[in-house]
């Protein structure tokens, strides 16, 4: 009988585990399926648009330049990126563009836009002639006969033709061709500085190397001044926060710490306040702080310090929980104060793991600052926000987005160094 209840228990224990392992995965796949209909997955196609991602991409390793045209006035003006930093004085032009009575605007292979004295004209290859009368009854446009093809966008009051040569854009007052370009034009120099054009080697030569670096550093276009303040306001906010939160939450780590904190309620107090300061997040700090302090690089490095602060306060006193009594006996035999107990007994053990945290967050939150910095106005996250709401300067998106990868390599190898120097002696 005892054998009979033994096999049927274990009977019934192995159909449990197999139940069990069976039960898993298929909770795990209706997850997903879950997932992939709650997040409308089957309709991510219909809104991909593979255009736009296209238009960005180039927007990112490339330059606009904008010929535009005031219908009412025939006066042309010609700029990159459209932006008067940009803007070529009166009279020049790229030599891609024919300025007189009429402006003939070759975009290459073939693709020639005219502005003429009272019509613009697009030559396209393989297509045709298009010609456009704009005034106060409308664009008036004639193409070539047959079906409309889907790159041309044809109202009474606007015509909008996208070609892989360019753009051209017709209205009632305005005629306007924008032509892509590779490179990051004006980086160097803009069109107003006499350094424009040179080479290197050209540049050398002049000797003027101060004019140069000055005219590099103030452009206009780049700002490129006003980046690197950014930049160092973004590693300003990261230092301040992370060092802040190590040197408040050391000694409270000793209050939290069981084996230095005898009363009960303090230990009690000290780690709730850790969980409600490291339970918000830093962006919800971010956003509670800018309400109180206003915007700026103070308020995110606040942010930072609150957030830190329960962190480390929490690694800390779980460190100084597990240091080694018998050398803070050995310290204490020799008649050491208090004080004298925790700098030789207790700093030296937990100095590794201190130094080890402190150096890893202050990495991390060289990222973090980025965000924060866009939140609360300053640092380079705030120049990379500007950048992408204009929805129209995306290699300078691509520009901070590079520098921002550069300085956390540097931060990593620099943590990396500090480490090795200050735990290991290397």
Known sequence: MTTAVLKSDTTALFRRKRLGTLAWPVLIAAYIVYVFFAFDVPGLADRISVKNMQTLVADSYSYKTHVTRDNRSAEVSIAIEGERKGAYAPGTSPDWVALGEETVIDLGEGHIVTFGPDTVSYNIP?????????????????????????????????????????????????????????????????????????????????????????????????????????????????????????????????????????????????????????????????????????????????????????????????????????????????????????????????TPILLSQVLYYLESNTRSATIIGAITGGGIGLLLTQAIATQKDWEEVSYYIILIILMVMAMDTLSGWLRRRLIKGT
């Open 126 to 350: 393989d297509y045709g002639l298009i010609t456009a009368q704009p005034g106060s009854s409308g664009v008036n446009a004639t193409l070539p006969t047959g079906q409309t093809p889907d790159w041309i966008s044809a109202s009474k009051n606007r015509m909008a033709i996208t070609t892989d040569a360019g753009r051209l854009t017709i209205t009632r007052n305005r005629s306007e061709v924008f032509k892509y370009s590779g490179g990051w034009e004006l980086f160097f120099f803009t069109l107003d500085s006499p350094y424009h054009g040179m080479s290197f080697g050209q540049l050398v030569g002049t000797g003027e190397y101060a004019a140069i670096w000055q005219d590099f550093w103030r452009n206009k276009m780049w700002r490129h001044y006003d980046v690197a303040w950014a930049l160092f306001e973004t590693l300003l906010m990261a230092f301040l926060g992370t060092f802040g939160a190590a040197l408040i939450a050391l000694p409270l780590g000793f209050v939290a710490a069981r084996n230095f904190s005898p009363l009960g309620s303090l230990r009690f107090a000290a780690r709730r306040l850790f969980d409600l300061l490291r339970g918000v997040d830093g962006l919800i700090w971010t956003i509670v702080l800018s309400r109180a302090f206003g915007p700026g690089p103070l308020t995110g490095a606040l942010a930072i310090l609150l957030t830190d602060t329960g962190t480390f306060g929490k690694i800390f006193s779980e460190a100084l929980e597990n240091v080694d009594g018998k050398q803070i006996e050995g310290i204490t035999s020799t008649g050491a104060k208090p004080l004298q107990r925790y700098r030789f007994g207790v700093i030296p053990q937990i």
